[in-house]
Every structure is written in C-alpha cells, then in structure tokens.
C-alpha cells in the first residue's frame, strides 16, 4: 500500500489511528501512547507493507535531535506492547534486523473521518494520570465489575494479596474505568519509590499536581480536597502502611467526596475500610484428556497462552500441550506475574519441557511449606527460575536496574548498567529482551517512554544486587547519572531541564539519600544537592529542599568553600527557609553569604536572586530602609543582566520598597514600569513566567493609589491583579493578591458578601499551599469581616489568632495593619490601655524608621490619648497624623486623620476650625466618593455645616 497524505486516518484490528486527533483508539477507547510512540507508529502505517528504514523512523520521531543508539529499538518494543502484538494471532510490526521495520496488518484508510465519540485520551473525561499502558485483564472483568459496585457503597477499598498477584493491574482497570464517574478526576498515586514514609504526603501532592511548601503538607492536602469528588489510588502502599492510613483516615473524615482504592499486601486496617483479598488465576483440574479448548476456558491458561504468543511468533496452545499448561497455571498458584514469566520460556523449552523444568524448580519451596505463604514461595522461585534462564549480560542489567526507585531511561540504564563502549551499544537489545520476558515494563509520561522494573520484581533484584556485592558499585552509578543530569540540565537556555528532570525526582531522592548515607560518597552527595536545588525550588519541594541544603553546606570542606558550588547552595537553602520559615536567621545569614559569593564571582542571577530574598525579609521585619538599598542593588544587577523578566522583577520590589516608605508617586510609576517589562517579556515569548513578581508590581500600584485617594483607579486595578493571578496558577501570587488588594478592598468598600468569598478564597489557597503568614492573615481578616458584620466578640478572638501566628511566624509587616484593626475595635468598646499596648511595637518602629502605617499608628495613639481624657496629647498626636500624611501625599490616610482631628475639635465647640480642616481634605478628592470614609467625611461636613 502507498502513502496516504491525505488521509483522515487509518484503521487496523481493532485500532483507529486518527492523524489529526493524533489519536489511538481501541474499540473506540483511547490508547495513550507517547508523542515519539505515535509518530513511529504513524510513519509505519502510512507505508503498510514496506520496509521502513530506521534512519527514516528516527527523523521522524526525534528530527533534529540526537538520541542514543538504541532508542528506536526500545520504544518499537513498547509500541508493539501497546498494540498487544502477538496475542490472539494478532501482527502489526515486523523487525528486519539492521534494516528497519514493517507493518505487516491489513489498513484500511479512512477518508473524512467523522469526529469520534471520545476523539483523544483526555477529551470528555475527568483529568487523570493514569500510565498510558494499563494491562488487559484476562479472567477479571467480573472482579472489576464488583469492585466498582463496591466503591459505590464504601469510601474506602483495599485490595490484598501477594506480590504478583494483579492487585495493580486491577485497581489501573477498575480506574480506568471511573474516569468519567468523578468531576475532578482519578489520580494515581504510586507510593512504591518512597524511601521516607514522611513524603507520602508529598508524593500525593505531586500526583494530584498541587503546590505544597509547607514541612506537612497533609492538613493543606485535606483542605485542598475538601469540597472534591475524586478518587484517590493508592498503589503498593505496604512499606508505608501507617503513613498511608493516616492520610487516609485525615482524607475520609474531612473530605466527604473523596473515594480511595489502595493496593497493600496487608490492609490499612482503618475504620471504614473494606480489604478485597484478591483471587488467583483459576486452572482446569488435572486431567491426561484436557483439549485447548478446554484449557482455553480458564484465565491461568488463557493468559499464559497470549505471553507465549507474544513471545513466539506464531504459538498456539495445543491439545497435547494443554494438559501440560494447565499444570504451569496450578503449579504458579495461579500467580499472574508468575504465569507471565514463565511463559517468555516457551520459546526456548516449549510448553511441556518447561512445565517440568518448573516442577523441578517449585520443589524446593513446595516441601517448604512453614517457611512462608505458599504463593510468596511460588513467585520467588519462578522469578528465580526466570533470572537463571537469563543471559549473563541479562542478568547483570537486571540487578543494576533495581536501584532505579521512579523509572528509568534507556540513557539511565546505560549510565548504570555499562562498564565499557561495547556494553553500551548492547543495552537497548537487553532491555528489550528484559521487556519481552516481563520483567520490565514500559510507560509513557508526559509522552515519553519510560521503563521501570515492578515493585516485586525490584525487590528481587535488589536482593540479586545485594548477593553480587553490587549495591555500593551501582548506588554510586545512579548517583553519579543524576549529578550529571542535573548539572547539564540546569545550563539548558531554553528552561527545557524541568520537564527532563522532574520526572527523575524519585530517583534523585534516591541518590541523595545514598549519597549523603553511612556508606555514600559525601563529594558526590554535596554536588548532587547542589545540581538539584534549582529542581526542587521549581517544584516547590521546599521542605525537601532545606534538608538536602543544609546537610550540604553543613558537609562542606574547606575545598569547598567560597566555591560556586556553595554560592547556590547557600540560595537554595536561604529561599527554602524564606518560604517554610518566614524569617529564620539562618535563612538570611544563608543569603547574604551566597550574596557574597556571587557578587564575587559575578553571577548575575544568583546575585539577583539573594538580593531580591534579602529584601523580602527586611520588609518583614519593617526595615524599610534596608529593603529599600538592598532593592536599588537588584535592580541595579538586574540591568547588567539585559533580562527584562529580570529587571521587571528587581523594579516590581523596588516599587514595592517605595510605596512601604511612602514614596507614593515613586512607587506607583515603579510597578508600573515593572509590570509593562514584566508583561512585555511573557506577550513576546508567550510564557507565564514572572506572574508573581507581575502581581507583586500590581498590588504596589494599587496600594498606593488607594493611599494617595485615587480610589476608583485603585479598585479596577485590584480587580484586574486579582483576575491576573487567579489565572496565572502561581498560588503564593494569589495569595499576595488577596491579602493585600483584593480582601482589603472589599472590607474598605464595606461589601462584605465579596469580602467574605474572598476571605474564604485566600483561606483554602493558603491552607493548599502550606503558606502560613498569608494563612494567619485570612484568620485576621475574618476577624474583621466579623467587627463589621456586628459581632466583635468573634472579631477580636480572630484577630489575636491571625496575630499570634503572625508573631510566631516574626512577620511583622503583615501584622501591623491587623493590629490596628484590633486597636480600632479595643478603642470602640471603650479599652485605651489595651488598645495602646496592642500597636505599642509597630508604633515605635514607626517612630524609628516611618513607614506605610506611620500614619495610622499616629491617628490610633491619637484616638487613645483622646479615650483616656488628655485631650492636648491627643491634638498634638492628630496633628502630626495629618500633618505626615499630607507630606507623603497619603490624601486617603489625610482624610481618616482629618476626620478623627476633626471630631476632636467639634466636641470642644471648634465647629469652624472642624469644618475647614476636613473640607479642605475631602475637597481635593476626584473620585470614589462612595467609599465609607468619604461618605462619613461627607456626613459630618452636612452636621457641622448645620452647627
């Protein structure tokens, strides 16, 4: 058949290939296969019946890039297992060795084709992330029906047994199935690569795609899922079976709509749980006279019979080899991996010398019967049966590859496995071989081909490492790939290095552990952290990032010191501290001294970084001098730099420095000019990077119009932030956005229905992520939703707890305006003394350093003065508020002061002196008259007018 170019796709089997769509369907559900996998495969269709070279594959499939030898050969045999070639007579692609490949099935083009029901694998489902190659089942879809009954009736379902025995393959069909039945999705969340059973959580939000920086993120996790409708799978969930329940009981008990499917050897054994035993495969009895046909009825021989096909080129089960399968299937205790891998030896033996060849095998552990549970012994000796049957190459490249916990490439196997040149050019045949004896198992993720070795099997290689004496020899090459991958990825230009590297995350934790372990390698360990740190603050993995940080600079020697090496880091450790423990010291001794060090080496971007750190902490503590100089130095590196993201960046916090020193007019055209570069950077390359520091710009242009009185230019510039970074995925943007314009604005306003979602919106943000200070914030803030709804016994209780874990968190930037809301409110029911204590700390740094509240800690100490009858104090006091806010141009701040200086003076019978000093302020406003502060302004105008 010749090509078809213009084809609207092909048929074949059971198989619609849709080029459009870039689509495979089986039987009208989707085959999720890897964008390099779907290419081949649509290259070799399009030429059916001819031989296809492997140069041509390869340029289709990797044009302009180099892979390693190899690489087609592994990702055909993945193909062909997506395909299920082989089985049930069925062939679609031939090797020519040396040569290339054919497709050899019958094709039908199909011309116009009409959009099908489920046209791509996640169209018209709820969002997963299952593998893109679940197994096909073969005597289980009664099981899968029953168990779907089952989690309709319980939260909770976990399938027991052995390993081996399917519990993964069944819980991936039954999920597989539910993808439509859960709005927001079905989520599988592998648990066998986990060293640390305190990562569980971790691991779970990274499954579910949520950013949780927090050292336990589990109580963000519960709030996150709260108000979902999802199922939760959790798969091999043994080695961390007490974390597990905990999470799962924490899920069940606050999260109504969360449904999970566990996968154990032992149950969870939590209230609420139903433990499913998983069966065996069912084998005829033992009868001389049992035909095919017979055999064929029972899924033990069933599914022996296609592994053999798959693996024999034209095998089909005979009466006179039935009776001898079937003995297989009894014999395996109808184990299914056990079945599978005794099956790759059919090819060699044939079916009835292999069933006795596995009956001298099973007798040692048949006799054994005390020494542990029948089928542990029985798949144990079958892996050990299909291990001897390996070639020496074979079985060296299987040990190695146990230490692989998340996967592995076929460039990672060659890392680990090879010793020399002439090993590396065999790998891929061998991994290959491996594939087809099902011992490892390829998927796709995130369309690339990656392979990985089942949790019992890698159990038993480990084993097979440890009794050669490889373990030290191969951790050290694992760890070794992954320093080198990390530290050319990281030079990659094009920011490409996230994607390769994220999906080896399992393996680095690996390899750090190792590393930085009794018997690691310590320069190895400090390398490797060193190389990851970018990774792990890309990802949010914060509390990972501070552990492997400080153990490496607490490891550094002397050679180490005042290197590059350290430079990055003391950043990552200093960021990571930043984010998960606000203004720890270390964080900033961290900092300034990777500061330090790449001003010396004049790394730009590392400086940039430390610099920019650096004065988020001193705003913190109200240090806006500081702030302010260590800002001016970053904009200033910035500009060396010629990256405008970067210099958008440094100007959105020297904006952000201006406005918390009043510096309004300076402020507002500072975020300004930094959102336009920022903005200008990500409409040119079309990228969503910088919407923090986009944000960070906007909420300083709309705090200080609102200071400066320009009110309604101050609410569409908060809505429009707002909007901005709802969309922009960044949830400490989010965060920023409401804490500071978009939950303010509404209280300000008095909309309290607004204020109240927004307060709420900021709370489950906040609670998901695992940020603290802005949590603590969304507690003080409901607090001041409660004052303003009429019930202030509720809004003081919630204002000190905001307060209190602000204090705790040594945020005082964050706090003082809470204090004086709670000063406010203390002032209302008559409680000076108690009112004065509560901005007693802010009031004096204000009188130290100034700053954006200066202002209304003088109005407060004036009201107080006031309340407790020192009517002077309180002139003097009220004066200096107004007469500061007019100097910083602070109209809003003016009017608030003017208004209490005002009242002062009309209740000592000064009505003229009153009137003139608040119409004087109110009349230089132009807008947002219907703000509550111009409306009282307006009010009390009217009642001294009258006087």
């Known amino acids: 058949m010749t090509a078809a170019p213009a084809a609207s796709g092909f048929a074949f089997g059971p198989f619609r290939l849709l080029t459009a769509q870039r689509a495979l369907l089986r039987d009208g559900r989707p085959v999720r296969l890897g964008g390099r996998a779907f290419d081949i495969l649509t290259l070799l269709v399009e030429r059916a019946g001819q031989l296809v070279s492997r140069q041509d594959l390869a340029l289709r499939a990797w044009p302009d890039t180099h892979v390693i030898d190899g690489t087609l050969t592994v990702h055909v045999a993945a193909l062909r297992r997506a395909l299920d070639d082989g089985q049930a007579g069925a062939r679609y692609i031939v090797n020519t060795p040396g040569q290339g490949y054919a497709f050899v099935a019958p094709v039908t083009v199909i011309e116009d084709l009409a959009p099908p029901a489920r046209p791509t694998a996640g169209a018209e489902r709820g969002a997963n992330n299952l593998p893109s190659q679940t197994p096909r089942l073969i005597g289980r879809d009664a099981l899968v029906g029953d168990l779907r009954r089952r989690l309709d009736r319980r939260r909770l379902l976990t399938l027991v047994g052995p390993g081996g025995i399917g519990k993964t393959a069944l819980a991936l069909a039954v999920a597989e199935d539910l993808t439509d039945a859960y709005p927001d999705g079905v989520w599988l969340v592998e648990l066998g690569a986990i060293i640390d059973p305190r990562l569980a959580p971790t691991v779970l939000a990274q499954a579910l795609r949520l950013v949780m920086p927090a050292d336990d993120p589990l109580p963000g996790l519960?709030?996150?899922?709260?108000?979902?409708?999802?199922?939760?799978?959790?798969?091999?969930?043994?080695?961390?079976?007490?974390?597990?329940?905990?999470?799962?009981?924490?899920?069940?008990?606050?999260?109504?709509?969360?449904?999970?499917?566990?996968?154990?050897?032992?149950?969870?054994?939590?209230?609420?749980?139903?433990?499913?035993?998983?069966?065996?495969?069912?084998?005829?009895?033992?009868?001389?006279?049992?035909?095919?046909?017979?055999?064929?009825?029972?899924?033990?021989?069933?599914?022996?019979?296609?592994?053999?096909?798959?693996?024999?080129?034209?095998f089909v089960l005979t009466d006179a080899d039935a009776p001898s399968a079937a003995r297989i299937g009894r014999e395996l205790d109808g184990l299914p991996l056990a079945i599978e891998l005794a099956a790759a030896g059919v090819e060699r033996f044939g079916v009835q010398d292999l069933a006795a060849r596995l009956d001298a095998r099973l007798e040692p552990a048949v006799a054994d019967r005390r020494a542990a549970p029948a089928r542990h012994r029985t798949l144990g000796a079958t892996l050990d049966w299909s291990y001897q049957l390996l070639s020496a190459p074979e079985q060296r490249l299987f040990r190695r590859l146990a230490v692989f916990m998340g996967g592995f490439t076929l460039e990672s196997a060659t890392a680990v496995a090879a010793e020399t040149p002439e090993d590396s050019a065999t790998i891929a045949d061998l991994v290959t071989g491996l594939m087809l004896k099902s011992l490892v198992t390829p998927h796709f993720a995130n369309g690339e081909l990656r392979l990985r070795l089942l949790e019992t099997t890698r159990a038993f290689a480990l084993r097979k490492l440890a009794e050669h004496g490889e373990v030290q020899a191969a951790s050290r090459r694992q760890a070794v790939y992954c320093r080198d991958l990390v530290d050319s990825a990281a030079k990659a230009s094009d920011g490409a290095f996230l994607a390769v590297v994220a999906a080896e995350i399992d393996n680095i934790r690996a390899a750090l552990a190792w590393a930085f372990g009794p018997d690691g390698d310590e320069a190895v360990a400090i390398a490797l952290a060193a190389g990851s740190a970018p990774i792990l603050l890309h990802m949010y993995l914060l509390p990972e990032c501070h552990h492997w940080m400080a153990k490496a600079v607490d490891a550094l020697g002397d050679a180490d010191r005042g290197t590059r090496r350290e430079m990055v880091l003391q950043c990552a450790l200093g960021l990571a501290l930043m984010y998960t423990q606000s203004t720890s010291d270390r964080a900033q001794l961290a900092l300034a001294r990777a500061c330090a060090l790449a001003e010396a080496f004049d790394e730009l971007g590392w400086q940039l970084q430390a610099l920019l750190a650096l004065a988020a902490i001193r705003h913190r503590f109200e240090d806006f001098d500081e702030a302010l100089a260590l800002a001016e130095r970053a904009v200033a590196v910035a500009t060396l730099t010629g990256d405008g993201l970067a210099l958008g960046r440094a100007q959105a916090v020297l904006s952000s420095a201006l406005m918390l020193l009043t510096r309004y007019g300076e402020a507002v055209a500072a975020g300004q000019a930094a959102y336009g570069k920022i903005d200008a950077v990500r409409q040119a390359h079309m990228i969503r990077e910088g919407t923090i520091h986009a944000v960070y710009a906007q909420v300083t242009v709309a705090a200080g119009l609102w200071a400066q009185g320009r009110l309604d230019q101050s609410a569409r510039t908060t809505r429009a932030l707002t909007a901005e970074a709802e969309a922009g995925g960044d949830p400490a943007a989010l965060c920023l956005a409401l804490t500071w314009c978009g939950c303010p604005l509404a209280l300000r306003l008095n909309d309290l229905d607004a204020a109240e979602r927004l307060i709420a919106q900021l709370q489950a943000q906040a609670e998901r992520s695992g940020l603290r200070a802005y949590l603590a914030c969304a507690v003080a803030l409901e607090g001041q939703?409660?004052?303003?709804?009429?019930?202030?016994?509720?809004?003081?209780?919630?204002?000190?707890?905001?307060?209190?874990?602000?204090?705790?968190?040594?945020?005082?930037?964050?706090?003082?305006?809470?204090?004086?809301?709670?000063?406010?409110?203390?002032?209302?029911?008559?409680?000076?003394?108690?009112?004065?204590?509560?901005?007693?700390?802010?009031?004096?740094?204000?009188?130290?350093?100034?700053?954006?509240?200066?202002?209304?800690?003088?109005?407060?100490?004036?009201?107080?003065?006031?309340?407790?009858?020192?009517?002077?104090?309180?002139?003097?006091?009220?004066?200096?508020?107004?007469?500061?806010?007019?100097?910083?141009?602070?109209?809003?701040?003016?009017?608030?002061?003017?208004?209490?200086?005002?009242?002062?003076?009309?209740?000592?019978?000064?009505?003229?002196?009153?009137?003139?000093?608040?119409?004087?302020?109110?009349?230089?406003?132009?807008?947002?008259?219907?703000?509550?502060?111009?409306?009282?302004?307006?009010?009390?105008?009217?009642?001294?007018?009258?006087?």
């Open 785 to 947: 939703l409660a004052v303003q709804r009429g019930d202030p016994a509720r809004g003081e209780a919630r204002l000190r707890a905001g307060l209190a874990a602000l204090d705790e968190a040594r945020n005082a930037l964050f706090a003082t305006p809470h204090r004086i809301d709670l000063a406010q409110l203390l002032l209302d029911q008559g409680r000076a003394d108690e009112a004065l204590a509560v901005v007693a700390e802010p009031a004096a740094r204000a009188e130290r350093h100034g700053g954006w509240c200066a202002t209304e800690l003088l109005r407060v100490q004036g009201e107080v003065a006031l309340l407790k009858g020192d009517a002077g104090l309180a002139e003097v006091t009220l004066t200096r508020a107004v007469e500061r806010a007019r100097r910083e141009g602070a109209l809003t701040w003016e009017l608030r002061a003017a208004i209490s200086l005002g009242r002062l003076r009309a209740a000592r019978g000064e009505t003229r002196q009153a009137r003139e000093l608040l119409g004087e302020v109110h009349a230089r406003f132009t807008e947002g008259f219907d703000a509550p502060d111009l409306r009282r302004a307006q009010t009390l105008l009217a009642s001294w007018g009258a006087a």
């Open 222 to 314: 519960v709030n996150a899922l709260r108000d979902k409708r999802m199922l939760l799978v959790f798969d091999n969930c043994e080695h961390v079976v007490e974390q597990v329940a905990f999470i799962a009981t924490s899920l069940l008990e606050n999260a109504p709509g969360v449904r999970i499917l566990a996968t154990s050897r032992e149950p969870l054994r939590i209230e609420g749980e139903q433990a499913h035993r998983v069966p065996s495969l069912e084998s005829p009895a033992d009868s001389p006279r049992l035909t095919a046909a017979q055999a064929l009825a029972f899924p033990a021989v069933q599914l022996f019979a296609e592994r053999a096909a798959s693996a024999v080129a034209g």
